[in-house]
Nanobody, 124 residues
Framework: QLQASGGGLVQTGGSLRLSCAYS????????MGWFRQAPGKEREFAAA????????VYGNSVKGRFTISRDRAKNTIYLQMNSLKPGDTAVYYC???????????????????WGQGTQVTVSS
């Protein structure tokens, strides 16, 4: 089970922090990621982190503005989003994958479980 939270309405240039807590099946190693989907657009990769070691991967559109992190004690990941733009408006989904290869972390088809999504709206 994945529970995402932290979405909301923010002005251009503002910041938000999303959280996603995972509970359920245990993996020896796994990855957790954030994807987003805007109305009428395909789902887009934002960021991911490998649980063991903390390797991070970012999509080109968010690189340098978003930071993904994890709290191992809480089984939770965070997405700190800074310098938000109207183009960041989307429903943000967190997901878990048992595939930890660098390329797999950015591929939505690699993910096994998905959360319900949280809306992020950036006003101009």
């Amino acid at each position: 089970q994945l529970q995402a939270s932290g979405g909301g309405l923010v002005q251009t240039g503002g910041s938000l922090r999303l959280s996603c807590a995972y509970s359920g099946r245990s993996f020896r190693d796994f990855g957790m990621g954030w994807f987003r989907q805007a109305p009428g657009k395909e789902r887009e990769f934002a960021a991911a982190i490998r649980w063991s070691g903390g390797t991070t991967v970012y999509g080109n559109s968010v690189k340098g503005r978003f930071t993904i992190s994890r709290d191992r004690a809480k089984n939770t990941i965070y997405l700190q989003m800074n310098s938000l733009k109207p183009g960041d408006t989307a429903v943000y989904y967190c997901a878990v994958t048992s595939q930890v290869a660098y390329s797999a972390l950015a591929d939505s088809t690699s993910y096994d479980y998905w959360g319900q999504g949280t809306q992020v709206t950036v006003s101009s």
